[in-house]
């Protein structure tokens, strides 16, 4: 039991130490490895690329074992990342870190500030790209609810025979070549089942794929101020392209699909184009798969506005839990995972890229040089790829990829409005509806809007996003 | 002629009366880890489910704050939720249908003897086995709208001609024929164990009095059969019922709800909207909404079934 006066003097204590601490600036505040520090639980998503995986759980396990803390990693399907983090919330007791591929965002309440460990980074290696950034910080909370590692671009994936018989041995640049392209595909390719392979289902590549076309017609669910303008002539204008696009080059096949089914439809070659990250490519190298040849791919497409984005197809956000009991342990950890953003690079096959691209800067290099170096480092292992590509510099556009991705939320902040909407396939079926006909484009607008609006509010009333004022 | 008496079986407070208070404190030691059970697991996740769903509880908040009938407003002017309300009725009922009477058959083909008919037995009971996950990828498979094994054996054949194609987890009414498929076949066999059970009991003299008599096969199914059975049939259906219309894991691991939330059933959206879109509150709110339907369901068969119990 303490006394008032030893309780007013190891308060003072801690709070001399506290201003010590950030008189020297951001940095992260270490106790050593205590009793209460000798373990640490992570919650780690089982990776597309299995190869991460071999690295990532050695790598975890030798970084506590040199501290003398012992590690446990423990996988889950990347669908069960979420549910999982909210049983561990309601049980306030679970992992100390917990790795989301999405939106931590709905959990802000139950998580540590993490600003010292991207001060750290910060100071480190310089700042974060922009869309990691986007997608871990809160600026109407100013909180940093979470710190990423790495993001993953999402690029066109296309069958360059189908492309070179139809004329375009580079691919599609555009939407419109997607709606051009289709009906001679059908035509010269008629057993082929899906022509193009855009996923419309409530899956994740669908959520993503659907607001690129959003996107680059430009609309969004949100503006920059968190307003949601969902219901917009330039949300209607994607809505029509959707439907022109189905009719002429999709069937009712991209309503069902998983995350696994573009993959699998265009490794089987039953469609020639889809949107996916490498990881299906990876799946063709290591088995051999006569898709293999053709398997090329393109940068984000082009819109009429002449915007050419793409959602990240993962983000990792790694986020500590308040009631932890390793909380300075955990944020040691993620420090560490960050400066072995080489080796994670590597660990995927090139499917992670740094959040921080100074992390991946040549030894020595100078602090105001270690983005380009990171950035230069990168770009080596695109051009020449240490996996086995023919030719080998087959993935060289994804080293260019930064400028043409984003963040779930563009053009604002990710707020746990975009997640939930994310979550409940609002936009998806969005899109679905338009494009099958079952509602008119502008009804589909319109009932997807209500509830994004509804959704917004319901986080607005909980203090967690902003904006408001100019809902349309 | 022995016939079947149907009878209102003694009040309970009756039978308690008749006990020793020895017996009596025994049997309520004896029921204690039951209603332990029952108050830990099923009343009290109940009650908070029907507490949350009067508040704005998210997923990844302990705080909240009361909101009345608000959710509950919201979640019945959604499109999406009277979808899966429909679909909730039409995948239990259909399947009951489906599962009673294929049920029903299957039953009396394994009261015959043949040979072999421990085997096929043991075929009967594997989907009952076999967990759920699993049996459904392998229909996820059956079912895919690229590499359907049903549609390459109908191209096959002719069925499907050049460029026709069934989209069965693409399409919302085929997406219900395939949920329902699915849970049929999950349940047969359980059903059929039971009827089993049910058309076994009934003794065989009953059956040849009525030859006697000159019953019918129809009147003898009627009169007889069906009366008998009664009891069993109601337990059947009442847990068929009621296990379908909490169900989601055939829908969630076939279709996700998909093709734009067309396949839902209140279960499966009560986990999209409450876990995975993190509204507590109003994932609660459809959860419950079948609640009192189904209490008065219950009652009513568990009445029929009491009238209608053998003595």
Not at chain 2, 6 to 23: E, F, N, Q, T
Not at chain 2, 148 to 170: D, E, F, R
Request: proline fraction near 5%; hydrophobic fraction near 45%; glycine fraction near 8%.
């Amino acid at each position: 039991m303490q006394t008032r006066r030893q309780f007013i003097m190891r308060g003072g204590k801690l709070v001399a130490a506290g201003v010590a601490a950030s008189a020297a600036g951001p940095t992260i505040f270490t106790r050593g490895a205590g009793a209460a520090d000798k373990t640490l639980k992570i919650l780690q998503w089982a990776h597309f690329v299995p190869a991460y995986d071999k690295w990532f759980d050695p790598f975890a396990k030798e970084w506590g074992a040199k501290r003398g803390i012992e590690v446990t990693v423990d996988h889950v399907g990347f669908a069960d990342v979420v549910p999982r983090a909210t049983a561990e919330v309601a049980a306030q007791s679970g992992h100390d870190i917990h790795m989301f591929i999405g939106l931590a965002s709905a959990f802000e309440e139950h998580v540590l500030d993490l600003k010292d460990v991207v001060g750290t980074l910060d100071n480190k290696y310089g700042k974060q790209v922009d869309l990691a950034l986007r997608s871990t910080y809160n600026p109407f909370t100013k909180k940093q609810f979470a710190v990423s590692d790495m993001w993953v671009p999402d690029p066109g994936n296309y069958h360059k025979k189908i492309w070179t018989d139809i004329g375009q041995p580079n691919g599609p640049a555009t939407y419109e070549d997607l709606v051009k392209a289709a009906p001679e595909i059908k035509k010269k390719y008629p057993q082929m089942q899906i022509p193009i392979g855009i996923g419309l289902s409530q899956d994740i590549d669908s959520n993503m794929a659907v607001r690129n076309m959003l996107w680059c017609h430009g609309g969004s669910i949100q503006d920059k101020d968190a307003n949601v303008v969902l219901n917009s002539p330039e949300t209607l204008a994607a809505l029509e392209y959707a439907k022109r696009l189905y009719s002429v080059g999709m069937t009712q096949a991209v309503l069902s699909w998983n995350a696994a089914s573009n993959n699998q439809a265009f490794n089987a070659q039953e469609t020639s184009y889809i949107l996916n990250s490498i990881s299906a490519y990876r799946t063709a190298q290591a088995n051999n798969l006569p898709v293999l040849e053709n398997y090329f791919f393109v940068p984000a497409l082009k819109g009429p506005t002449g915007i050419m984005l793409a959602s990240e197809h993962v983000m990792s956000g790694y986020v500590v839990w308040k009631f932890s009991k390793s909380q300075d342990t955990a944020k040691e950890f993620l420090v560490a995972l960050i400066d072995a953003s080489r080796e994670s690079m590597l660990g995927s096959q090139l499917y992670n890229f740094p959040s921080f691209y100074g992390a991946a800067a040549d030894p020595g290099t100078p602090m105001n040089k270690k983005i380009e170096s990171g950035a230069a480092w990168i770009a080596k292992q695109c051009n020449n790829d240490p996996f086995g590509s023919k030719p080998a510099d087959k993935l060289a556009l994804l080293a260019k990829s930064q400028p043409w991705s984003t963040n779930l939320g563009y053009p604002g902040f990710a707020n746990p409005a975009e997640g939930e909407i994310f979550d409940t396939y609002v936009i998806t079926d969005m899109f679905a509806k338009a494009a099958t006909g079952t509602l008119s484009p502008r009804d589909a607008m319109a009932e997807a809007s209500n509830r994004a609006k509804e959704i917004f509010n319901k986080w607005r009333k909980k203090g967690m996003v902003p904006g408001g004022s100019k809902d349309r | 002629m022995t016939t079947a008496e149907v009878a209102i079986a003694p009040p309970a407070a009756k039978a308690m009366d008749s006990l020793s208070p020895r017996d009596r404190r025994l049997g309520k030691l004896m029921l204690a880890p039951a209603l332990i059970y029952i108050i830990l697991l099923v009343a009290l996740p109940f009650l908070l489910a029907l507490f949350l769903s009067l508040t704005n509880s998210s997923a990844g908040s302990l705080d909240f704050s009361f909101v009345g009938f608000q959710n509950f407003k919201s979640v019945a002017a959604s499109a999406v939720f009277l979808r899966a309300l429909r679909n909730t009725f039409i995948f239990t009922f259909v399947s009951q249908l489906l599962v009673i009477f294929l049920g029903n058959i299957l039953a009396r083909a394994l009261l015959k003897k043949f040979r072999g008919k421990f085997l096929v037995r043991f075929l009967i009971l594997m989907p009952w086995a076999a967990p759920i996950s699993l049996a459904t990828l392998g229909w996820l498979w059956i079912f895919d709208s690229t590499f359907s094994v049903i549609n390459w054996m109908l191209k096959a054949t002719g069925w499907l001609g050049p460029g026709q194609w069934y989209y069965w987890l693409g399409d919302p009414t085929l997406g219900m024929v395939s949920i329902i498929t699915v849970h049929v076949w999950r349940l047969l066999p359980f059903s059929t164990v039971i009827l089993l059970a049910g058309l076994s009991s009934i003794p065989a003299e009953v059956h040849e009095a009525a030859d006697i008599d000159g019953a019918g096969p129809l009147a003898k199914a009627f009169q007889i059969t069906l009366p008998m059975m009664m009891p069993i049939l109601t337990v059947a259906v009442l847990f068929g019922v009621v296990f379908t219309f909490t169900d989601m894991n055939v829908v969630y691991l076939l279709t996700r709800g998909g093709p734009y939330n067309s396949t839902h059933v209140l279960a499966s959206l009560a986990y999209q909207e409450g876990v995975l879109g993190g509204d507590v509150g109003r994932g609660a709110a459809v959860a419950i909404f079948l609640v009192p339907l189904l209490v008065v369901m219950a009652v009513m068969m568990l009445r029929v079934s009491r009238r209608a119990e053998v003595t």
